[in-house]
């Protein structure tokens, strides 16, 4: 695995958002991954790669992924 997807996970429009590391090169693979564990109210989506590195450091494996370590606000524009 050359690396992997970063995705965020938003419950409601204006709430917080998660983000996860997910060891899956495929965006849309990483994507339905996290929906699966989520659920249909959730808003999922693919914000970008992962490197390699990055996935070492979280020790994950393919197929494996893991909560970013906060929970963000949104900030109002």
Do not use: W
């Not at 419950?11 to 249909?40: D, R, S």
């Amino acid at each position: 695995m050359q690396y992997g997807r970063i995705v965020r996970i938003t419950y409601t429009l204006e709430g917080p958002y998660a983000t996860y590391i997910v060891a899956e090169e495929n965006a849309a693979k990483a994507t339905a991954m996290m929906k699966g564990q989520v659920g249909a109210d959730a808003s999922v989506e693919c914000i970008g790669r992962a490197s390699k590195e990055l996935l070492r450091a979280f020790g994950l494996s393919a197929g494996e992924f893991k909560k970013g370590t906060r929970t963000y606000e949104k900030t109002p524009a």
